[in-house]
């Protein structure tokens, strides 16, 4: 039954809508054309109408859609059941002839022996074969069409029933015995028909399905040769030539958009053989997006198929038929990939489509993966560009601390040879001191430093800065020359306080003197104290000079086994009387079972008196100064606080450089500037750290944290303080790990310890 096609919903041709086509309408179309298909069209198409069916995703172009329709329908309604009859059976021609209602339905031939039979299978391909089961060569002929798509029905008396089973076995579908009556043949020839279609439909499926297979395997491997390359040249032609050659194109090529959107540029243009492309006229070279069909793929996102009879329609170029997709990756459209006439002026199908935008998914991630990696390396070459011209030594190493990139200027200080790239560090470099600095493993952001004395007598401070997602960078800044001069200046210092002690001694002497030279009248005695205490800061001073000068210089530490209480109660006895004198409380707060350390006793002692004579000096007259220590995880720190005027926040970053004093409205310049820069020398001689933490008007505090045994100090992460006696930004160990109870946060002490007013 052959019903009308709807064109449009919306025209006024006669058409039925989509839902006719279920199954309790039982309307069987031949074929299907459908502009706009709806729910009810898509149902109908799924309840298994058989027919063709042909889809436009945009208007259709009039006169094309009736001569596409042509051919398929009139073969459909001319196609008739094709019936061959083998031996002598005019019976059962008669009873065909009567059970046929339709005369166009039936094609009737009849041979007498299967050797005629076989010479007539190609030129009257049958549906269906009437073998009568007297011939001879029965059974070869059954194998040898048994793989033909055809119908076998065998005709004679009952068999028995291992008779019915072996011709079964060699193919026989039916059995149709004498006499025959039409409705039985008729009944007959419908189960056998229906039975071949469906082996024909099974078939058909399996077909399709391997010829889905092997398009897959291509795509697949395809896509394997896609994505392995990084190289738009290389990819650009592949694509085209597999497009090509899935479709059964006679060109092809892929248009990529600018860096506006707004047009198309043609990249590759291919052909099927060397001699197509010189006779096929070449693709403009640009295409706007705006009003092109290249355009339309882009602005809708949506493949474009076009027929035979397309000649000069908004391609700018004479082609029979055409395809294009969109290049879409990441939800992003990059271009169009397009194929252009078919082979033998045929139209490019549905499954040309699908396949078509599968390759081009594979290529739109690789195109998308080549620019990245040519973006990359072009910002690659930058960097090394940067870091070839930075004369100081820069390394950087991944997570797992391989070498991954560095400059000449680190390949010639360190030795490292040019393989080194790719190669574990630790396995290239075996400076110590590098090595100490990558074991300190800053947090992602933070920067840690530490010198480093390579060979023929270079010093660098070496910085290493964590980078998310990248690893570690070291920056070698070379400091042998800042050294050099801070070497000579100490030896300056050395010599001078050496030279100045000997007249300074004179002076001394003479000034006490001259009491026993005849009595001073107060005016001469006030003098002469003037004189004493200006010789007395000349001799601090003096001191304090030779004391850094001995330390920077590496002047060996007296290390012995000593007892922190007994330091700490020796320096607030030592200050107690100045304390005393501006009637400040002063408080030690010490456990009962602080254990000892290794360490300079005297040195240490310097530090404690330092801290002290500075809280002392600038806390008003009835503060309080209170000194605790507490042990943590291998370190013991001791913390100075007082309530005194406290440091401005702009000068708390330099309190512990040399010679540096904070000037304060109202006072005069107190002090040398060297008592906390003595103190930062001797803390880092001990492998231990110190740093300051103040608020103007309430006091402020200072921790000193030594290691109980610094043969090997390697000190834990801590947050940049302000007045940090280092420079880099490490956080207190306070801030990171648990706090004991008074000595972060200030609090009254804990249970053992040993408390009072000194």
């Not at 039979?117 to 002929?141: H, I, K, M, T």
């Not at 075996?430 to 270079?458: A, F, N, Y």
Request: proline share 8%.
């Amino acid at each position: 039954m052959t019903g009308s096609l709807e064109l449009d919903s919306r025209s006024s041709i006669p058409g039925i809508r989509g839902d006719a086509l279920s199954p309790e309408n039982r309307w069987e179309p031949e074929a299907f054309l459908h502009a706009h298909p709806g729910e009810g069209l898509d149902n109908g198409l799924t309840s298994g109408a058989d027919g063709i069916t042909l889809g436009w995703e945009s208007a259709i172009i009039p006169g094309h859609a009736c001569s596409a329709m042509e051919r398929p329908v009139n073969r459909q309604r001319t196609d008739s059941i094709r019936v061959l009859i083998v031996g002598d059976s005019p019976a059962l021609a008669q009873a065909l002839a009567a059970a046929e209602r339709d005369p166009r339905s039936l094609d009737v031939r009849m041979v007498p022996s299967i050797p005629e039979a076989e010479a007539l299978l190609e030129p009257f391909p049958p549906d269906l074969v009437f073998v009568d089961w007297r011939l001879s060569d029965l059974e070869g002929f059954l194998e040898r069409i048994r793989p033909r798509p055809i119908g076998r029905v065998i005709i004679g008396p009952p068999l028995s029933a291992s008779e019915v089973v072996r011709l079964v076995r060699l193919g026989a579908h039916d059995f149709l015995l004498a006499p025959h009556h039409p409705d039985e043949v008729l009944e007959c020839l419908r189960r056998t028909i229906a039975l071949v279609r469906e082996h024909r439909r099974v078939a058909g499926m399996a077909e399709r399905l391997q010829r889905q297979l092997q398009q897959l395997s291509v795509l697949y491997e395809v896509g394997q040769t896609l994505t392995a390359s990084l190289r738009l040249e290389e990819i650009l032609p592949s694509i085209v030539d597999v497009a090509i050659h899935l479709t059964h194109a006679e060109e092809g090529g892929v248009w990529l958009l600018d860096e506006t959107g707004e047009a198309l540029h043609l990249r590759v243009h291919r052909s099927r053989d060397a001699e197509a492309s010189s006779a096929i006229s070449t693709p403009p070279l640009t295409m706007p997006v705006a009003d092109s069909l290249l355009g339309r793929a882009v602005r809708t996102g949506r493949p474009i198929l076009l027929g035979p009879g397309v000649h000069q329609l908004d391609t700018g170029i004479l082609v029979r038929s055409l395809l294009y997709v969109p290049l879409r990756a990441h939800g992003r459209i990059l271009g169009v990939l397009g194929v252009l006439n078919r082979l033998q002026e045929a139209a490019f199908s549905e499954s040309d489509v699908h396949f078509l935008t599968m390759l081009g998914d594979y290529a739109a991630v690789a195109i998308e993966k080549a620019r990245l990696f040519e973006a990359i390396q072009a910002e690659k070459s930058k960097l090394e560009a940067i870091l070839q011209g930075i004369e100081q030594p820069v390394l950087v190493l991944d997570s797992q601390e391989t070498l991954i990139l560095m400059n000449q200027a680190a390949q010639q200080h360190l030795g490292l040879p040019p393989q080194a790239h790719g190669q574990p560090f630790r396995s290239m470099v075996s400076h110590p001191e590098l090595l100490s600095l990558i074991d300190r493993k800053p947090s992602t952001g933070q920067t840690v430093r530490q010198e480093v004395t390579l060979p023929h007598h270079l010093t660098f401070q070496a910085s290493l800065t964590a980078v998310e997602g990248v690893g570690y960078v070291i920056v070698m800044q070379d400091i042998t020359y800042l050294k050099e001069l801070d070497r000579i200046k100490s030896e300056f210092v050395s010599i001078v306080s050496h030279d100045v002690r000997t007249p300074l001694t004179t002076i001394r002497g003479y000034v006490s003197l001259l009491p026993r030279v005849g009595p001073l009248n107060p005016r001469q005695q006030e003098f002469v104290d003037k004189v004493e205490r200006a010789m007395q800061t000349i001799v601090e001073l003096l001191n304090n000079l030779l004391d850094l000068s001995r330390l920077e210089s590496g002047y060996a530490l007296s290390m012995e086994t000593c007892s922190l209480t007994g330091i700490l109660n020796e320096a607030v006895q030592i200050i107690r009387p100045q304390a005393e004198g501006k009637q400040h409380t002063l408080i030690l707060e010490l456990p009962a079972d602080l254990p000892p350390i290794q360490g300079d006793p005297r040195r240490l002692e310097q530090v404690f008196l330092n801290l002290l004579s500075n809280a002392v000096k600038y806390t008003p007259p009835g503060g309080r100064i209170t000194v605790r220590a507490r042990e943590q995880e291998g370190y013991i720190a001791v913390q100075v606080s007082d309530t005194g005027v406290g440091i401005p926040p702009a000068d708390l970053p330099h309190i512990f450089s040399k010679f540096y004093r904070v000037r304060r409205e109202g006072e005069g310049a107190e002090g040398t500037g060297l008592g906390l820069a003595i103190v930062k020398s001797i803390v880092e001689r001990h492998g231990g750290r110190v740093w300051a933490e103040s608020e103007v008007g309430k006091g402020s505090t200072f921790t000193v944290l030594l290691p109980r045994h610094p043969i090997h100090p390697t000190l834990p992460s801590m947050p940049r303080v302000r007045g940090d006696s280092a420079q880099d930004p490490e956080p207190s160990p306070y801030k990171q790990h648990s706090q004991p109870d008074g000595i972060a946060s200030h609090q009254a002490p804990s249970k053992g310890n040993a408390t009072g007013e000194q």
